[in-house]
């Protein structure tokens, strides 16, 4: 067939010339990246805005005993500072409106920050930590959007007002480590997006790797350093001195006594080959979510993936083939569809094209919903309006299922609610800037009617949440043939809805004990330990980067002093936790019961995830977990991690001797048979929260683990035309003459990521396939079983019409 014509003006195009140039020349220090649009001093705001008179210190500013600057959940990015200054939106349901309002945000907050910063009375005996206080809103502003000169300048002008002996000690040194942090993210711009290689980022750091231009992070030890004598106990930024010294080819282990990377030889190393395959023409981009699956129906899996930016829309890679990928994006339609922090895939209407659902609104305000309907050949057609889903909602997850099993995916989309025991705390904005009515914040569950459109049964089925949704997937919890729902909520507990078979649902998660984790994000079902029953992973995000670090130098611990370490005898901080931040993994008991195994499994460590997927990486049976992990502030440097499936018995490590383990913030996170070797490549969208923050994707080729393997297409004829909710179980005969039995559920996988539909199943090192058996996800089907399939190649296995 012919491709689309690759071609694409955007943005992105000079970032792409200035890789080229580094690769050809050798890396160069770029010029300073400044913001979008850089701000005139002289010019006012957009709209007239509240002035602030009489600029005074709140009692908490007032506080001498200022806390160490790792001590608190901390957003150095400037992210949740500048939600506060957004305009007003008039029209919610307009995106133009909702991305100019986010465009101008950072601008508006500098030019009210000046202007208050001018009323400081220099006779005022606060005036020195107003001044200070100032100066850092106008450094986080700036750092906000990637303007790290004027960023530096202000943080200057900041610490000479806290030189006056009014200004608390501690708030000094805590400019200290904000300099350093700054400089450091600085370095990483310079070294891992405008000279980006195969390795960049890629922890642990190997000798290609280490900085070219090291001025950023060089600056950051010799500040942390400063900052560290003042203030020992401060492990959050002990870890990032630590990161800075590795990126330098230094050695850290006088900072932190953490143990050497565990090396699982049981996986080989995946090398990222984005830029050999032609995605790095896409640009850096901010947070996003992804998809790894054929949309232009040759049979290869593409590339889909979506980006937070205000100014470009989603991207499309084709799969030519033979290792690259060809931009497609502007001939897809993409070009408008921005600010989509996520995005999940489906047939909605079974025409043998998979479409595209776009989130919008996560984290922040009601914004519109993008449904993408497959034309064919990976070109789209927003149907958003057609098909009753324009109401704006503030969304970052959503779930694809057939819940009256008619043949049509249904849809939930998960709602931000502002109720319960929400605080600013547990999110990047702050609570009191979200506004929208409490309606565009509640789930919403869509039917499909099958004609192109949806209708919202969300109020007779029962499932509107009331709480702050974060993920949502699909599984059968007993068995029934019936899809249940789960719910992952922050700050609240999460919802295991079960399917009543008339329309309505019950939550059954109190009960049935998988109401945890307490600040939930992505989620999703699987069979991690092939006994057929559907289990629950739910992973958690209520830590923060001293739990984290804590969590890896003591180790499980039942509390920590609220935001301090306590020196131990060796001169190294300690760390007692409060109430870890820890993943779930519920096993289905086969009785409607689920047990949480985390701690058994090696699952009971604090890791941060926003992005997850499963995906069998060294072909064994038994899937592995991929967890994208990070904050939007610029300090939290943390490797994404890949845990082994050690036959059910234990998940291991496996970050180090993969290479996967990016030091950029991960989102979408998908797992395919990208090259169609029988082996799962993996897909993770890269970037964080502010322009700032922007990386390349990583594609990470698996290079195979001499396993065998078969691939299962299914294509559904009563049920829905993407076999979404089907359960396959693969019966292998073993070396010796024993069986094994290998269960999958046909679905994108968690719910912040989109693996491939096609089911690529390792099997060990099995001799045959027994047979393939197949439920289909449509009301009174017959289980399907197939003899003969041969091994190690792909098979399309159709639905029976009757």
């Known amino acids: 067939m ?25 890396c160069r220090r770029p010029p300073e990246p400044g913001p979008a649009g850089r701000v005139d001093r002289d010019a006012g705001p957009a709209e007239a805005e509240s002035v602030v008179e009489g600029p005074a210190l709140s009692p908490a500013e007032r506080y001498l005993d200022v806390p160490p600057y790792g001590a608190e959940l901390v957003d150095d990015s400037g992210f949740t500072l500048a939600t506060t200054f957004m305009a007003p939106v008039a029209d919610r349901g307009d995106l133009d409106q909702v991305a100019a309002a986010i465009r101008d945000r950072a601008r508006r907050g500098i030019a009210e920050v000046e202007r208050t910063l001018a009323k400081v009375d220099p006779d005022d005996p606060e005036g020195p930590q107003l001044v200070v206080k100032f100066r850092r809103e106008l450094a986080l502003l700036h750092l906000y959007e990637g303007d790290f000169a004027e960023a530096d300048h202000q943080l200057g002008l900041a610490a000479e007002a806290a030189e006056d002996p009014l200004v608390p000690v501690g708030l000094r040194a805590n400019l200290e480590a904000l300099r350093a942090v700054a400089a450091l993210r600085r370095g990483e711009t310079e070294n891992c997006v405008a000279c980006v290689g195969p390795s960049s980022c890629l922890w642990p750091i190997a000798p290609e790797a280490v900085h070219l231009l090291p001025g950023g992070a060089s600056e950051a030890v010799d500040r942390l350093s400063a900052y560290i004598e003042q203030r020992p106990e401060d492990l959050a930024m002990r870890w990032v001195l630590g990161i800075a010294l590795t990126v330098l080819g230094r050695d850290p282990s006088g900072v932190l006594p953490l143990e050497p990377p565990a090396l699982d030889t049981a996986i080989r190393r995946l090398d990222n080959v984005a830029l050999p ?91 519109p919903l993008g449904l993408l309907r497959n034309l064919g050949g990976g070109r789209f057609e927003d149907v958003t309006r057609a098909a009753g889903l324009s109401g704006p909602i503030a969304s970052q997850s959503a779930a694809w299922g057939d819940f009256d099993r008619d043949g049509h995916l249904d849809l939930f989309v998960c709602g931000e609610s502002r109720g319960g025991s929400l605080e600013s705390s547990n999110l990047f904005a702050d609570v009191d800037s979200l506004d929208g009515d409490e309606r565009s914040r509640l789930c919403r569950l869509y039917h499909n009617n099958g004609d192109g459109t949806f209708a919202d049964v969300t109020d007779p089925a029962g499932v509107a ?86 969590d890896r130098v003591d180790g499980p611990a039942p509390r920590r002093d609220p935001g301090f370490g306590n020196p131990g005898p060796d ?65 939290y440097l943390m490797p994404n991690v890949l845990l082994r499936n050690d036959r059910a018995r234990r998940f291991v490590d496996a970050t180090a001797s993969s290479g996967t383990g990016h030091l950029q913030k991960g989102h979408g996170v998908s797992f395919a048979d990208g090259d169609g070797d029988g082996d799962l490549d993996l897909f993770v969208q890269l970037g964080g929260a502010v322009p700032g923050d922007r990386s390349y994707n990583a594609l990470f080729r698996n290079p195979g683990h001499g396993n065998r393997w078969v691939t299962l297409k299914l294509i559904g004829i009563r049920s829905n035309r993407s076999a979404i909710g089907a359960r396959i179980r693969v019966d292998v005969r073993e070396p010796g003459g024993s069986t094994r039995s290998i269960h999958r559920l046909v679905s994108g996988g968690s719910s912040f990521g989109g693996n491939s539909l096609a089911q690529t199943i390792g099997l060990g090192d099995a001799e045959a396939i027994e047979s393939v058996t197949i439920r289909w996800p449509i009301a009174g089907a017959e289980p399907q079983v197939l003899r003969g399939v041969p091994i190690d190649q792909l098979t399309e296995i159709v639905e029976p019409a009757d």
């Not at 491709?3 to 050809?24: C, D, G, K, S, Y």
């Not at 979510?289 to 590339?303: I, K, N, R």
């Not at 939550?507 to 057929?532: M, T």
């Not at 289905?588 to 019961?593: A, K, P, Q, V």
């Open 2 to 26: 012919d491709r689309p014509n690759p071609t694409r003006a955007t943005i992105r195009a000079p970032w792409i010339a200035v890789v080229l140039l580094l690769l050809a020349q050798g």
């Open 277 to 367: 395959a032609g995605l790095l023409a896409g640009g850096p981009d901010m947070a996003g979510g992804s998809a790894f699956d054929d949309f232009d129906g040759d049979g290869l899996p593409d590339l889909f993936w979506t980006s937070y930016e205000t100014d470009s829309g989603a991207r499309l890679f084709l799969n030519e083939g033979d290792g690259t990928f060809s931009d497609a994006s502007a001939d897809a339609g993409l070009d408008g569809q921005i600010l989509a922090v996520n995005c999940t895939h489906a047939d909605f209407d079974n025409d043998g094209n998979l479409d595209v659902l776009l989130l919008r609104g996560g984290w922040e305000n009601p914004a």
């Open 465 to 550: 949440n009331g709480r702050y949704a974060k993920g949502a997937a699909w599984g059968d919890l007993d068995d029934d043939g019936l899809p249940d729902l789960y719910v992952s909520n922050m700050a609240a507990p999460n919802r295991l809805y079960r399917n009543n078979g008339d329309g309505t649902f019950t939550d059954l998660a109190p009960d049935l004990g998988a109401a945890g984790p307490r600040d939930g994000f992505s989620c999703g079902w699987l069979d991690f330990d092939n006994d057929g029953d559907l289990d629950v992973f739910a992973t958690d995000y209520s830590g923060d980067l001293l739990d984290f670090v804590a």
């Open 571 to 635: 001169g190294f901080a300690q760390a007692r936790l409060v109430g870890r931040s820890l993943p779930r993994l519920y096993r289905n008991n086969g009785d409607g019961t689920f047990t949480d195994l985390a701690p058994e499994l090696g699952l009971d460590r604090v890791f941060l995830p926003m992005g997850s997927n499963f995906g069998d990486v060294d072909g064994d049976g038994y899937l592995d977990l991929y967890l994208a992990t990070g904050r939007p502030g610029y300090s």
